[in-house]
């Protein structure tokens, strides 16, 4: 069962919530002997931490990750802090929990938001910042991501953001050095200077907006995904739309390959290097019948804009009463801004549990 | 692990390949108690099986399933046939294999096929009909759907063709009765008689279009889908990406919701019946924090064009050769049409795993 | 989720009633490449196959397997059927269905038997010779135990029933050689002989009488084994309770060890070859923390008396009225004895998915 | 996949070393609105903590647990804290690690324990305290049992220490008030006495001793438990098998059961209350066919000695040199001493388990 876990042989069970004590996560399946140190967590963390701009939410939580257990600086090899195969287990206090800010949503339910499923669901919520549903629980996934990497060292892993609102990238322009280098992670510069204005005046309309995100894995090899349940694209699939507010999901070309003929949808081949087929086009996005096929694997899902806005919106009580809401508290104004290193993490694990398992079934590496 | 299974209480494992000597299912977990007869599986096997119209594979078969365990007449209940709790394992066995069509296929990769990357995998494939990565695997599925839709007698499940190569119905003709009536699954009639026309077109080319489904279930009450990773979109992410050749998945407004800003994509509540609100709009197509919220679950996902057509394509064989290749044999040149009935098994099994998974950690009905 | 699959990354699904149609199972996982011929498959089954001398159930089964999917014989590969890393579906069909026998159990509950449990769980029952709770059942397990010994070549499993009712065997006197030679599976000729007159004895009273079996595997690498739930002893634990009638499972010196103290129980080591130790003794069954030590792996475990007896026993029937019940029909007077070919294929599973389980998360192999 | 986790609905993951920072658990799929404070938890921790008694290991270890998550103190709830149906993780620091007491089996196996398995396995090992295969993970497992006893109130769950070394209790003096009232949780106020002077002298000779344990759940509703592979006994044989140093299970009579006839060993039933059959004997052990019949579930286990013994024994080191091996440090003369609260844990895991999924399959309560 998968209510909080995923991953199957690199598996990663999150709990937490916003203003909870503490939240975290425990991997379990991480290979032995693998250098891992808190502060290579917390630079993916850092990444990922609100209040670094003021396009992000201005809660301020330092997201300071401990290590609990699955680790042993063993001063026979050295002293060096290696995995021992043991389960990992990783712990982010929270500090800056401003609860009293939410009691106006304690009986209410926000528009688009969790707040009515989760009551209709358990019959009870933790309300004070969405609970369980808030963002924050994605700090459990990049931690989790962190020792992901560990596991895949011959793959690169990289996202950004490529499209706010209405607004896309120019393709012709990427350059993934710029995705560190604006507070949007967007690999076009140009792009990024409009969002910093277009983003202001989203935020002091009390508002938001969606975004796109792509995250690309390079150096993947062949034979990863097990089909027919266990598809590499499946697993991206449901990975992406677990995190918060994501609505859909695409691999390579996506949805504009139904518009696409056989034809121009082939990937071709020609001969390559070390008896793998060099591919003449990548629109398969890297994965062929649910396994890798040593291309790129391309991934986007599209963010929905955050639910929790200031423009009053209609809604009910938790007694089915008629109400008008405003919600007030700390915001991300296009949440999907944040997904970028999240987006990283959860692609990192799957391709971890996926190496593991081809490893499993049929050896090698 | 999932290689080859799909759900956790409601769980399905199917197997076989194109040519084999039959494919089929094992579904766990049903509820006992429920009348279920082979010849309602049949029916839904009707509905996707191949060469009942000149556009879709000339392959014959009959796709005769026999129920080979889990059930029981007893005649203390009248005689019906019913499920007892047990495992029901469902079999088709293949009838019109020519597998000699595949011959020259067997040492080179149809570009955009699985050929390459399964031979990637495992280091050997049954290169027959495309073995376990034809979509007659979707065969099982469609069975299993039937057995899930059993399980919940009160949602009701439709799906459609919405866009078949570039050309998208006009929603403003919709018409569920219209889907059967025509060979395309298409809920516009006026488009259906278009598309005729227009894939008569593709498949005298010899060549394949791509085209996008939505699957609708009317009538999911409120409360089903766990948090964080079992959640139902993600969940559904999953099973419509595993379907063969799909590309993308999106649920409610999906990639378009990334475009709209907050107030636009709040699905605005009012006072409803029975305690439970009415949603203004569904842009979340029934799903808030991977929670469904009683609202339709609307979900839609993208078909790439066949990969085996008749234009010549550049590819390599096993050895690494440069080839030219032309897929012959019998295809569909639009497998997206029979991805519909699928659809609707793949949202059947789904919501009747979370249906029983909802039962089981909260209780009720 | 586990009702009718074991396993985790060679994982097995079972299905099928006593007097159902058929019976089998789903082997997922298996790594490619492996020669599997349905006659190896048939070889074991017909170790396990009723009405093979007057000791066990005169039901008439011929027990013929079909592979029905997941291998290939690839003329490329010198046309040896190979399997292919797809799911194998292995199926049995029921022939010697003599339902009639058993229409005075239909409402009625036999004492020990599983008849008033599947109903107050079912509230339905498929009562023909106990539906899905019947030993039949198990030959879908030697099956699946014939794929599995492909997986681990370098290991030898071998069981012997070790008593019968309260006559244990000499231990001095142990020959695997004679374990095929005598209708018990017994390795002591001299007590063979014993049970020969004894369990005619039992037979002809129309009793029954337990067993305790011991399976003994040879050549396991040390490592397997994945602390602290999938330890290797916890699963073997499982996988031999899990077999009909069986009450107890014990590993090495099992509750013997109890009565033992520390510098008894401690196998004390010496330099051994290969870098590996060499045990002086094997108390701890070849498992250490869950983990395997590179010893004999030793597991035993206690099947009760069959609960059909012809001797009368009260009950009650479905209504609660009480009963005097005597079972007819055909049933083993020892249902021990053709529990030792399915001990040998549970340690198979339960080995070949800890050999990939390890493989998976360590590497090598 | 399950390294470190057990239960399917009811599901807990464990994480932490011996003299690591911390331990616990996640518990995942706990159902809402349960009354959960930390103080319960801390009264089951307690009776198991170390250092209670001369006869458990001199180690000083609060257990202090802390919830870090899923429970929400409700103002609208009369502010009694509930789990909200999110994961409950729960932590203990460790505090008391006295390190340096086991440099000296850094590079030396004791025999009989996990030392050379876990090096043998992952090739590092976290030598502290035993690392990952100390006794003291389970102090998770009692935590976790304190959530689950919360799911199933009507359920009574006792255990009892019924052997040390050879000795048995007398089952006619059996006083289940008695066992708290001793050092041994024996039930039995004269063996009790008996065993203090027994274990003094087992302590005094730098040894140690076996011991059996006998857990009973009393209010078991008839129908939990799976066939074939989720088995109610099957889980509780694996589960009992996972704490340290188990090396035999048995349900009901166990082994004893090989022994009996047919007719001794089948349970009559006789009409009952609320139609429910009243049984007239428990050979059983409350299960049949792997289902509760209603009858109290009885399960009992052997540990093995500690290993960790003042006796020299052969032994090897890393590098494969002869070693004798003393291991001084604190431990458990008898370590089946505090095996009864876990016990107690295990079996409630389980139960919690069995009741959410047979509701999840079957509905009801």
Request: hydrophobic share 35%.
């Amino acid at each position: 069962m998968s209510h909080n876990s995923f991953g199957h042989l690199f598996r990663v069970t999150t709990f937490g919530e916003s203003h909870g004590v503490a939240l975290g996560c425990v991997v379990d399946g991480c290979p032995p002997g693998l250098a891992l140190e808190a502060e290579e967590i917390q630079a993916e963390l850092d990444r990922r931490k609100p209040g670094q701009s003021r396009f992000t939410t201005q809660r301020r939580e330092p997201d300071q990750v401990k290590i609990l257990s699955g680790v042993f600086a063993d001063d026979r090899t050295g002293g060096r802090q290696l995995t021992t195969g043991t389960p990992i287990a990783l712990m982010i206090e929270n500090t800056d929990q401003r609860s009293k800010d939410y009691s106006d949503i304690r009986d209410s339910y926000r528009p688009g938001h969790a707040d009515y499923t989760y009551d209709a669901k358990y019959g009870i919520r933790d309300y004070r910042g969405g609970g369980r549903s808030s963002a924050r629980e994605t700090a459990a996934r990049v931690a989790a991501g962190a020792v992901a990497r560990k596991v895949i060292p011959g793959i690169t892993i990289r996202a950004a953001l490529v499209q706010m609102g209405p607004h896309a990238v120019d393709r012709s322009r990427w350059d993934w050095d710029q995705v560190e280098r604006n507070p949007f992670f967007c690999p076009d510069a140009e792009t990024a200077s409009f969002y910093e204005e277009y983003l202001d005046g989203i935020r002091k309309d009390g508002s938001s907006v969606g975004a796109v995100i792509e995250v690309v894995a390079e150096g993947v090899p062949p034979g990863l995904g097990a089909p027919i349940y266990g598809k590499l694209d499946a697993d991206l699939a449901a990975a992406m739309m677990s995190i918060n507010a994501v609505k859909g999901v695409e691999i390579g070309d996506g949805f504009a390959a139904a518009a696409l003929r056989g034809e121009e949808n082939a990937d071709e081949m020609r001969a390559g290097n070390g008896g793998r087929p060099r591919f003449l086009a990548n629109h398969a996005g890297g994965i062929l019948g649910g396994i890798s096929s040593g291309e790129p694997v391309v991934v986007r899902f599209a963010v929905k804009p955050t639910s929790s806005i200031l423009t009053p919106r209609q809604s009910v009580d938790r007694q089915g009463a008629e109400v008008d809401l405003i919600t007030k508290g700390r915001h991300d104004p296009c949440v999907g801004i944040r997904a970028v290193p999240v987006a990283e993490a959860m692609m990192a694990c799957v391709l971890a549990d996926h190496v593991l398992r081809h490893r499993g079934q049929v050896g090698g590496g």
